[in-house]
Nanobody, 123 residues
Framework: QLQVVESGGGLVQPGGSLRLSCTTS????????IGWFRQAPGKEREGVSC????????NYADSVKDRFTISRDKAVNTVYLQMNSLKPEDTAVYYC????????????????WGQGTQVTVSS
C-alpha cells in the first residue's frame, strides 16, 4: 500500500520561500498524478496544485498562481512544491496525495494522503 510522506514545512517570514517535498515510504509516486492540498485551522482542505504523470500538465489555485511552482523528479521519486512570496494566508498544513488520470484540484479525486507538513508564515 502506498504511504505518502510530506516534508519541508516550517516557519518563514512574509515574502519568504519554502520548498515542500512529497515522496513515499512505501511504493512509488511515479505512476500517479500528484496533488498538493492545504488546510488552515477551521477551514476546508483546498487544492493548491497538481502535476500529471508526465510532468507536462500542471494546475494551480488562483490564490497561489505565479508564486508556487510544482515539479517532479522521477529519478528520486519526489514531487516538489516551491513556494515563493509567501503570505500569512498561506499558513496551513500542506498535504500531498495521488490519483490516476489527469490533474485535478478536487480533494475527492485523490487518495493515499500523507500526514502533512506545517507551514507557518509570520513575522
Amino acid at each position: 500500500q502506498l504511504q505518502v510522506v510530506e516534508s519541508g514545512g516550517g516557519l518563514v517570514q512574509p515574502g519568504g520561500s519554502l520548498r515542500l517535498s512529497c515522496t513515499t515510504s512505501r511504493g512509488t509516486l511515479n505512476y500517479y498524478t500528484i496533488g498538493w492540498f492545504r488546510q488552515a485551522p477551521g477551514k476546508e482542505r483546498e487544492g493548491v496544485s497538481c502535476i500529471d504523470l508526465s510532468g507536462s500538465d500542471t494546475n494551480y489555485a488562483d490564490s497561489v498562481k505565479d508564486r508556487f511552482t510544482i515539479s517532479r523528479d522521477k529519478a528520486v521519486n519526489t514531487v516538489y512544491l516551491q513556494m515563493n512570496s509567501l503570505k500569512p494566508e498561506d499558513t496551513a498544513v500542506y498535504y500531498c496525495a495521488v490519483r490516476w488520470n489527469r490533474c485535478s484540484l478536487s480533494r475527492d479525486d485523490f487518495r493515499s494522503w500523507g500526514q502533512g507538513t506545517q507551514v507557518t508564515v509570520s513575522s
